[in-house]
T-cell receptor
Framework: DSGVTQTPKHLITATGQRVTLRCSPR?????VYWYQQSLDQGLQFLIQ???????AKGNILERFSAQQFPDLHSELNLSSLELGDSALYFC???????????FGDGTRLSIL | AQTVTQSQPEMSVQEAETVTLSCTYD???????LFWYKQPPSRQMILVIR??????QNATENRFSVNFQKAAKSFSLKISDSQLGDAAMYFC???????????????FGKGTLLTVNP
């Protein structure tokens, strides 16, 4: 158990819909990272937050947004969903940006 | 931009034998970290081992060790005495050690699927 909690584990929805993925980092970790794992693109970095502030953006679509709340949990919002958004979405956390990242179990998103 | 290449999409090994997974990377930075993550069928991402580029000594964690060749930009993972539980997808990953911005993101290779035969 990595200590990083992601909910829900599975999500099935339709094109055009909006979903929210939630991540609770390990106790004491201030940095949260979101990654997308798909068959086409592999594992890709989406976005990083540190203590509530956005620190870095990767290949994140404009239809996607995220935030980190004062209690340090983070949410990834995906809107206007397309078939290609079907993927496994991972959250990872670390104490600070330069410490090893520990991953949650992921949320499997299926778009029908 | 940094890139990570895993040239072996699949590998297999007999139980109790040794296997080496290859990884090469491209970077213009001199200071960075390299990682191997394991993803079993349960899909968890488990950190196996990490190496700091400024350290010449190769990292070791029990049956797992790396061969880090900085000049060649090569970072292979050796698994000794392979066990059935080692069967998984293995990802090589790169992370800058520089401060700020997107430098702490992990850049992953495409992965190597390891099968362990009894």
């Amino acid at each position: 158990d990595s200590g990083v909690t992601q909910t829900p584990k599975h999500l099935i929805t339709a094109t055009g819909q909006r979903v929210t993925l939630r991540c609770s980092p390990r106790s004491g970790d201030l940095s949260v990272y979101w990654y997308q794992q798909s068959l086409d693109q592999g594992l890709q970095f989406l976005i990083q937050y540190y203590n509530g502030e956005e620190r870095a953006k990767g290949n994140i679509l404009e239809r996607f947004s995220a935030q980190q709340f004062p209690d340090l949990h983070s949410e990834l919002n995906l809107s206007s969903l397309e078939l290609g958004d079907s993927a496994l979405y991972f959250c990872a956390s670390s104490v600070m940006g330069n410490q090893p990242q520990h991953f949650g179990d992921g949320t499997r998103l299926s778009i029908l | 931009a940094q890139t990570v290449t895993q040239s072996q999409p699949e590998m297999s090994v007999q139980e109790a034998e040794t296997v080496t997974l290859s990884c090469t990377y491209d970077t213009s930075e001199s200071d960075y970290y390299l990682f191997w993550y394991k993803q079993p069928p349960s899909r968890q991402m488990i950190l196996v081992i990490r190496q700091e580029a400024y350290k010449q000594q190769n990292a070791t964690e029990n049956r797992f060790s790396v061969n880090f060749q900085k000049a060649a930009k090569s970072f292979s993972l050796k698994i000794s005495d392979s066990q059935l539980g080692d069967a998984a997808m293995y990802f090589c990953a790169y992370r800058s050690s520089s401060r700020g911005g997107s430098n702490y993101k992990l850049t992953f290779g495409k992965g190597t699927l390891l099968t362990v035969n009894p």
